[in-house]
């Protein structure tokens, strides 16, 4: 091949890949069994810290956990893929999240349902079968791990 065509196959090639690059906007984190359990915007997060076996990504001024054992990857992608059907059936369920601090803890990915928070004795501590998506009050609660159900997903979270 003569110069001429091997500098301008180079140039091409280039040209190619900028127009197929996208920005990521979402941190979506896995399972060993390979199903979403957390999605994150990229634009919402402000830290990801790992403490004491877990990840911890602060989302505003709420923080979540993820135990590192059931987290077996972390992918970047845009949120202009397009899923398959099976991961839209999957979907619903693996956009919901919560973020706890202090005095609160808020449900992203739900708005209505059934709220239940057990403390990891068994005592169930909160229970609102017609929760319209508000922020639950957790300001009376020593530190712990505690439990909470939404709807028929459990999570559990640190105060």
């Not at 790992?50 to 949120?79: C, H, Q, R």
């Not at 973020?99 to 739900?110: K, L």
């Not at 079968?129 to 712990?144: A, D, K, V, Y």
């Amino acid at each position: 091949m003569t110069r001429t065509i091997k500098t301008f196959m180079v140039l091409m090639l280039a040209m190619l890949s900028c127009g197929v690059a996208k920005a990521q906007t979402q941190m979506t984190f896995y399972e060993p069994h390979g199903y979403a359990i957390a999605v994150w915007n990229l634009q919402d997060v402000s830290k990801v810290t790992f403490e004491g076996g877990d990840i911890v990504v602060t989302y505003g001024a709420y923080t979540a956990a993820n135990p590192l054992s059931e987290v077996m990857s972390i992918k970047f992608t845009d949120n202009e893929q397009t899923p398959t059907s099976v991961e839209k059936i999957l979907d619903d369920a693996s956009q919901v999240r919560i973020a706890a601090n202090e005095s609160t803890v808020h449900v992203i990915g739900a708005n209505h349902g059934a709220v239940a928070i057990w403390s990891v004795s068994g005592q169930q501590l909160y229970d609102n079968r017609n929760w319209n998506g508000e922020e639950i009050n957790i300001s009376h609660l020593e530190r712990g791990i505690y439990i909470i159900t939404i709807n028929n997903s459990t999570f559990k979270f640190k105060k």
